[in-house]
């Protein structure tokens, strides 16, 4: 699924900021300023799907900025964001209320431009950790190929399994655009006291009014929709992060190919424990191995046998919870799903794993 988590909007009014200021008391009469004086102040509202309102006076002018959450209309969490074109209007035209109210203003969704915007695409998943070695190799592809500004990484352990488990990351692609990737069902039950069973693997774009400028030729709230972002932005920002995966891929076959040069059947497995960060999955071995042996198909065909052996041991021991079985057609819905790229996955021990758009 794609559609809208959290944003900022703001408009310019013709209004003195003092106004606005005892307006939101008025219409908020228990929540405190950040700063209890002066025409440029903060609210914490955090009360339905409104996180904060801000008021400014620059220029002769006062800009209000709300900042808020599509997910959260009408929904106790933001477990899932808002594909809904109709509701998202519904959630802007409360917005325009809001603002009518407290600064005594005609005003319409017209008026209001965009601060930034979350879009996301989310899948239910069984496991979050079988991505392990896909989230790990999209990170090292953003890692080499994008210098902007280093992403955060993050894990946790389980003292249970014994393992170390990557739990996603944010990153800053360019100053207009950062990505996060993560589990949002573990994200929502650390809050929720009600805690839901599952996993449910998350990429949030945080755009600037800068890119949606870019992009969509405008930035104001009523001449953006949904499908306009999917087909204007995601189509276009995906294909670049699929690219910098595809290339990380790549350069891991490339490495293994390298290392397994001439292998032997007493080799295999400590060449398998040192490469095991650069291998997507048993298939990708199993390619290498064939490709590169030097003996019979049968005696091949043994280590190939050997290769699922040992891969298995590392994966149950590694210390790191990964899953190497599997992926390629996890990549594929990875690609499909959450990147919103159309291209199939195609790999087999004579051939080489390459991508097909379609």
Known sequence: ??????????????????????????????IKAKKLTGNTQTFKINKDNINEIRVKEKAGKTLIKIDFSYSKYKREDNLYPLEDEKIKILVEEELVNIV?????????????????????????IKS?????????????????????????????YNSNLD?????????????????RLYNKILEHNKKAAEKIVGNSIRLE???????????????????????TLKEKILNDIGLKLFKYLESEIQRDIDLLEEKFKDYTSRSLSSLIRDSQEHILDMEVVNYIVTSLGKTSERQIKRY????????????????IKRCNFGNVE???????????????????NRERLHFISY
């Open 100 to 124: 009518k109210e407290i600064a005594l203003v005609k005003v319409n969704r017209n008026n209001f431009k965009y601060e930034y915007l979350e879009v996301c695409s989310q899948e239910d």
């Open 205 to 227: 774009h945080r755009l600037t009014t800068t890119v949606l400028a870019y992009f969509c030729k405008s930035a104001k709230i009523s001449e953006i929709t949904i499908k």
């Open 1 to 30: 699924m794609v559609g809208l988590d959290r944003a900022a909007v703001w408009v310019q009014l013709e209004v003195d900021a003092e106004l606005a200021i005892l307006g939101i008391r008025k219409k908020f009469p228990h």
């Open 163 to 179: 393992f170390y488990y990557n739990t996603g990351f944010i990153y800053q692609v360019n100053r207009g655009w950062k990505i």
């Open 330 to 348: 996890r990549l594929e819905f990875f690609i499909k799903k959450i990147l919103c790229c159309n291209i199939k996955v195609k790999i087999n």
């Open 304 to 319: 190939r046998q050997k290769v699922k052996e040992i891969l298995k041991e590392y994966q149950e021991n590694n210390g």
């Open 128 to 156: 979050f950790s079988q991505f392990h070695n896909i989230i790990s190799a999209f990170y090292r592809g953003l890692k080499r190929n994008v210098s902007y500004q280093d992403g955060i990484r993050f894990e946790n």
